[in-house]
């Protein structure tokens, strides 16, 4: 569908600076990338923060700094500390809370001292929409909310207080250089169909066996009448790689018939995660994951941890 394939800053340039903070922004911007990523919860006093997980464990020293403030599971969940609490805390690399190891060893230093923070969505915006008018190049914003569901159940909805953030700034239409994606079908026909929000909107697609969203079936979303209902209300799709390359035992790659599917109903196809220090067994190198993508496959857009790498591989071959 798109002659010139996107290219998604994963949570900013995250292959080379933590994820999510004003530094990997930056630099993805500065790779070029069309689109850098805003993954949105709520903290306890309704502010948006921008951050992958509901919870502050996996990339700050919530641990060390507030012990006492755990749930019943071992989880700091974001929305119950302020915004001035978050504030107070440091970003560092991705890493597992239960054995502090970092998800990633080869990237930017675990144990660094740089005073990274968390960002709110409206300071992301006016970083990003001001890298846009000092360099003369524009980058959009792509914002995933997670857990709207979640977030209803302990009483907010991200949904309305993220709508009116997007609209003060400028993002509301169709045309606007935005997306809104969701791993939740409910939560984007609510914005579609009932706040009549007219940015894209784009359907993630998971794995059932995922416990982010338990009772949302991708399975059933992916056949040729749950590509057709997702067409009612977005413009996209956003599956997890597996749904469009198989890898089989042979460790060779098997390009199924999604993207056809969602293109034959209008859908562009933006995949996610290309990263080129965790290649599946069927890629024996980054430039050989992204022939199977984009070549292959013909996907309309990748959200990558390697902006640079991408864009590279893209002009290479003539697609940018």
């Given at each position: 569908?798109?002659?010139?394939?996107?290219?998604?800053?994963?949570?900013?340039?995250?292959?080379?600076?933590?994820?999510?903070?004003?530094p990997a922004k930056a630099m993805a911007h500065a790779m070029g990338a069309d689109f850098i990523e805003q993954d949105v919860v709520l903290t306890r006093d309704d502010r948006v923060v921008v951050i992958h997980d509901r919870y502050l464990d996996t990339t700050t020293d919530v641990a060390e700094r507030y012990p006492e403030r755990r749930r019943d599971d071992g989880r700091y969940y974001a929305i119950d500390f302020t915004l001035k609490e978050i504030k107070s805390l440091r970003v560092r690399e991705?890493?597992?809370?239960?054995?502090?190891?970092?998800?990633?060893?080869?990237?930017?230093?675990?144990?660094?001292?740089?005073?990274?923070?968390?960002?709110?969505?409206?300071?992301?915006?006016?970083?990003?929409?001001?890298?846009?008018?000092?360099?003369?190049?524009?980058?959009?914003?792509?914002?995933?909310?997670?857990?709207?569901?979640?977030?209803?159940?302990?009483?907010?909805?991200?949904?309305?207080?993220?709508?009116?953030?997007?609209?003060?700034?400028?993002?509301?239409?169709?045309?606007?250089?935005?997306?809104?994606?969701?791993?939740?079908?409910?939560?984007?026909?609510?914005?579609?169909?009932?706040?009549?929000?007219?940015?894209?909107?784009?359907?993630?697609?998971?794995?059932?066996?995922?416990?982010?969203?338990?009772?949302?079936?991708?399975?059933?979303?992916?056949?040729?009448?749950?590509?057709?209902?997702?067409?009612?209300?977005?413009?996209?799709?956003?599956?997890?790689?597996?749904?469009?390359?198989?890898?089989?035992?042979?460790?060779?790659?098997?390009?199924?018939?999604?993207?056809?599917?969602?293109?034959?109903?209008?859908?562009?196809?933006?995949?996610?995660?290309?990263?080129?220090?965790?290649?599946?067994?069927?890629?024996?190198?980054?430039?050989?994951?992204?022939?199977?993508?984009?070549?292959?496959?013909?996907?309309?857009?990748?959200?990558?941890?390697?902006?640079?790498?991408?864009?590279?591989?893209?002009?290479?071959?003539?697609?940018?």
């Open positions: 569908m798109n002659n010139k394939p996107i290219v998604i800053a994963h949570r900013g340039a995250c292959g080379y600076l933590p994820e999510h903070t004003f991705r890493f597992d809370p239960e054995t502090g190891l970092p998800a990633y060893p080869t990237r930017f230093p675990f144990d660094a001292g740089v005073p990274f923070e968390v960002p709110t969505l409206e300071e992301e915006i006016e970083f990003i929409q001001g890298m846009n008018r000092s360099t003369g190049r524009e980058a959009g914003i792509y914002v995933e909310l997670k857990g709207p569901a979640f977030h209803r159940h302990e009483g907010k909805k991200i949904e309305e207080i993220v709508i009116d953030i997007l609209a003060r700034y400028g993002y509301a239409s169709a045309d606007a250089k935005c997306y809104i994606q969701c791993f939740e079908p409910e939560s984007l026909r609510y914005m579609r169909e009932t706040m009549r929000c007219d940015c894209r909107m784009v359907q993630l697609i998971g794995d059932n066996s995922w416990p982010e969203t338990p009772g949302v079936d991708y399975h059933g979303m992916m056949t040729p009448q749950g590509i057709e209902v997702v067409a009612e209300y977005a413009q996209a799709i956003g599956p997890w790689t597996g749904h469009v390359v198989k890898d089989n035992d042979a460790g060779a790659g098997v390009v199924t018939d999604l993207v056809s599917r969602a293109h034959r109903n209008g859908l562009a196809v933006h995949v996610f995660t290309l990263r080129a220090d965790a290649l599946p067994s069927y890629a024996k190198d980054f430039d050989a994951l992204m022939n199977m993508f984009f070549i292959t496959a013909g996907v309309d857009g990748a959200f990558t941890d390697f902006p640079d790498k991408t864009l590279r591989y893209l002009q290479e071959r003539g697609l940018r």
